[in-house]
């Protein structure tokens, strides 16, 4: 199977990108985008064998992650997506489809926001779009979050591609600020999105089951 990787610079930031099998005539890459904390291997790395035999397979690691190394800029969903654009600009691909995970949904969703020509559909899974999504508690854990309650699968994964001190202290700064900060989008924002949209998310995740579905047809649902 055909695997690339390299680096595509953005004012600075270098973000990681991995391309996993081989174009297919009239269909987009698929772009996957791991969540908070995480690599592409953390999170995808069962599932790109599966999908690069059939498609090819862009994978990124955002600001901080992985092999991207973190700046002296916040990391933020509109950030992430200008970073992604030069990825796509330096492999000369026009349009893709998009899967985000958490926090990686954020910046699949400001993707088709600031790009619309760029997604041709878009799937957000695990994640939200509003500050109203998720209960207050949710918040106050946030902002008492340390270190400590990161998960090990992830430290882990930190370790051992960036060993030097104080990489994942600044990783998990970043990963913080980012929940805090997050502004998230109004539903007559969500709903000019132009591509196709899957929602997906589980009994277990902390949103709600309708918040996903007001998420998912922002014009019709419910406000909740």
Not at 55 to 75: F, K, N, S, Y
């Amino acid at each position: 199977m055909s695997f690339t990787h390299g680096y595509a610079d953005n004012h600075g930031l270098r973000m990681y990108y991995e391309v996993h099998g081989t174009a297919v005539p009239d269909q987009p890459p698929l772009l996957l985008i791991p969540g908070g904390g995480s690599t592409i291997g953390t999170n995808f790395g069962e599932l790109i064998p599966l999908l690069a035999g059939q498609r090819q397979v862009i994978a990124v690691e955002e600001e901080g992650h992985g092999r991207t190394q973190p700046t002296v800029r916040p990391l933020t969903a509109a950030n992430s997506a200008g970073d992604i654009l030069a990825v796509l600009d330096q492999l000369h691909v026009e349009t893709v489809d998009v899967l985000g995970f958490s926090a990686g949904g954020h910046t699949a969703i400001a993707l088709a926001l600031g790009r619309p020509a760029s997604v041709r559909r878009l799937i957000a899974a695990s994640t939200f779009a509003g500050r109203d999504a998720v209960p207050d508690e949710f918040w106050d854990a946030m902002a008492k979050a340390t270190l400590a309650d990161m998960p090990d699968t992830y430290k882990d994964a930190d370790r051992r591609l960036n060993p030097e001190p104080g990489h994942l202290e600044r990783l998990f700064e970043l990963d913080k600020g980012r929940i805090l900060d997050f502004a998230g989008w109004s539903d007559d924002e969500l709903g000019t999105i132009t591509a196709p949209t899957l929602v997906v998310s589980s009994d277990r995740d902390v949103v709600a089951a309708g918040y996903t579905a007001r998420m998912a047809a922002p014009s019709r649902a419910p406000a909740c």
